[in-house]
């Protein structure tokens, strides 16, 4: 069965830093790219970012693009998302999905940027 | 970027009543179109990609076709549990981008 766990979520200030994790089990995440889809309270699903399986070929939202790095560690089964400058404007449940022909998302972890 | 315009934004629907919920692409996506569920406080959930596969597990009753720039969501015979909002997805090209958004409640 395929589990996708996301943590690091969080209160922080504008400006702030924080960094999501997504621990992946039950298929061979070396072999898939993985992708980040935020959701702000209230409102629909956004992309935020993908990444390839060997980190070849990496993609961003303009939201986000200067400010977010995806990253993976093929070994630990582990995807990443460094988030730097925060605004109030990335408030939001990020999920970790695999690809769109899998359709496997994690339960997602809240991120709260405010004063 | 490509928009994604789902209609209606919502709609009131009684059990075993037949929806269709449509999406249409800014610009052809051949069939690069994904479906999904999501419930108030949960995950999304995978329906359909390939504008007409159904994901592993996922009843019959819900059904996806279309290409180019037009696409539909059909539900044969709405249950209890099939009330929720329902997104379309293009994943034809970055950025990805998906539709507002379709609310389906109980009339």
């Known amino acids: 069965e395929v589990q996708l766990v996301e943590s690091g979520g969080g209160l922080v200030k504008p400006g702030g830093s924080l960094r999501l994790s997504c621990a992946a089990s039950?298929?061979?995440?070396?072999?898939?790219?993985m992708n980040w889809v935020r959701q702000a309270p209230g409102k629909g699903l956004e992309w935020v970012s993908s990444?390839?399986?060997?980190?070849?070929?990496?993609y961003y939202a303009d939201s986000v693009k200067g400010r977010f790095t995806i990253s993976r560690d093929n070994a630990k089964n582990s995807l990443y998302l460094q988030m730097n400058s925060l605004r109030a404007e990335d408030t939001a449940v990020y999920y970790c999905?695999?690809?769109?022909?899998?359709?496997?998302w994690g339960q997602g972890t809240l991120v709260t940027v405010s004063s | 970027d490509i928009q994604m315009t789902q209609s209606p934004s919502s709609l009131s629907a009684s059990v075993g009543d037949r929806v269709t919920i449509t999406c249409r692409a800014s610009q052809g996506i051949s069939n690069y179109l994904a479906w999904f569920q999501q419930k108030p406080g949960k995950a999304p959930k995978s329906l359909i990609y390939?504008?007409?596969s159904l994901q592993s597990g996922v009843p019959s009753k819900f059904s996806g076709s279309g290409s180019g720039t037009d696409f539909t969501l059909t539900i044969s015979s709405l249950q209890p549990e099939d009330f929720a909002t329902y997104y379309c997805?293009?994943?034809?090209?970055?950025?990805?981008?998906f539709g507002q958004g379709t609310k389906v409640e109980i009339k």
């Open positions: 039950g298929f061979t995440f070396s072999s898939y790219s």
């Open positions: 390939a504008a007409s």
């Open positions: 999905a695999t690809p769109t022909e899998n359709g496997d």
């Open positions: 990444i390839s399986s060997s980190s070849s070929y990496i």
């Open positions: 997805q293009q994943y034809n090209s970055y950025p990805w981008t």
